[in-house]
């Protein structure tokens, strides 16, 4: 048996030099019930995640993240679905 797993990241409405406004939580996962709806796949376990400094999916996927120094950090809560990837033929 195989798992995978997809990321469903707020959209960002509004982005100026001091302030980004983000989708709320409730609609993200309103697209992820969406693509539950369609998807056709055995879901395993769906969770919220808090992630410093990830503005792209691809950075979700990482095993380090940074935080500390001088600068500021950006947090992002993210929804993450875990589904059976379905086996050749099934």
């Known amino acids: 048996m195989t798992i995978g797993y997809k990321d469903f990241f707020p959209i960002l409405l509004e982005s100026g030099f001091f302030k980004r406004t983000f989708e709320d939580l409730p609609t993200t996962l309103g697209r992820a ?6 998807s056709g796949l055995k879901i395993v376990n769906v969770e919220t995640l808090v992630l410093p400094n990830v503005s792209l999916e691809v950075d979700a ?30």
């Open 61 to 90: 996927s990482g095993t380090y993240l940074h935080t500390g120094g001088e600068t500021g950090s950006s947090w992002i809560q993210i929804i993450r679905v875990w589904y059976h990837v379905p086996d050749p033929g099934d």
């Open 33 to 38: 019930n969406t693509w539950l709806a369609t």
